[in-house]
């Protein structure tokens, strides 16, 4: 995403399908959502970015694996695409975010100063959209209204966690963020039990993950 009259909008050398391979010398291509947003969070005044343009990666939805991976690369467009001008098959493509223990986020968003948006990461963290309302009562709105049917998922959640562990009391569950004395803070999935305070660095999939 570029954003008008921001940094990367006045550089006039990046475009709307760019995936960034490094921030400042340091390898993004492995990394994560969480990690690749905590690179560019920690850059100071001068910002070196080594880009590359992948022709299919939609404006609006990113992946956090390796971008040279199945992806096809091609050149970028003869001139650079605004945050307004979106292909036109982009329009009829679904854009899927799964809302069980999906994290809805305003925190990591860039500079928003009209407070339109909100970021939605998937469970697993591989995927995740920024979405743009009109205006700042839209954007709470719909916030409201994705974190409420996201919500209304935790019972069957829990039932699904106590099918895998028989006998686990899963008191409740969602996303915190934790502060680090030193570097970044990062997102943790805690579930809470009976007995126990349980942090993962993403939603527990399978029975292997959990305690026994």
């Known amino acids: 995403k570029i954003f008008k009259g921001l940094a990367a909008d006045q ?17 993004l291509r492995e990394a994560t959502h969480d990690e690749a947003v905590q690179a560019l969070k920690k850059t100071g005044k001068e910002v070196i970015l080594e880009v590359k343009y992948i022709k299919e990666m939609s404006a609006f939805f990113k992946s956090s694996g390796s971008p040279g991976a199945n992806l096809p690369w091609d050149s970028p467009p003869s001139t650079p695409l605004r945050s307004n001008e979106v292909f036109p098959t982009e329009v009829k493509e679904p854009r899927v975010i799964p809302l069980r223990m999906c994290q809805v986020s305003r925190k990591e968003c860039p500079p928003d100063t009209e407070n339109r948006y909100f970021e939605v990461i998937s469970s697993n963290r591989k995927n995740s959209m920024f979405l743009r309302a009109k205006d700042p009562a839209m954007a709470q709105s719909w916030y409201n209204a994705i974190q409420a049917a996201a919500a209304s998922l935790l019972p069957q959640v829990k039932e699904e966690m106590k099918s895998m562990q028989p006998g686990m009391d899963v008191k ?18 805690a579930v809470l ?11 527990p999939e399978s029975k292997e993950s959990l305690p026994r």
């Open 172 to 189: 409740h569950l969602g996303w915190l963020t934790e502060q680090m004395s030193q570097g970044p803070e990062k997102p943790l999935f």
């Open 11 to 27: 550089t006039e050398a990046l475009y709307v399908g760019d995936a960034i391979l490094s921030v400042n010398g340091f390898d």
């Open 193 to 203: 039990t009976e007995k126990d305070l349980l942090l993962y660095s993403s939603f």
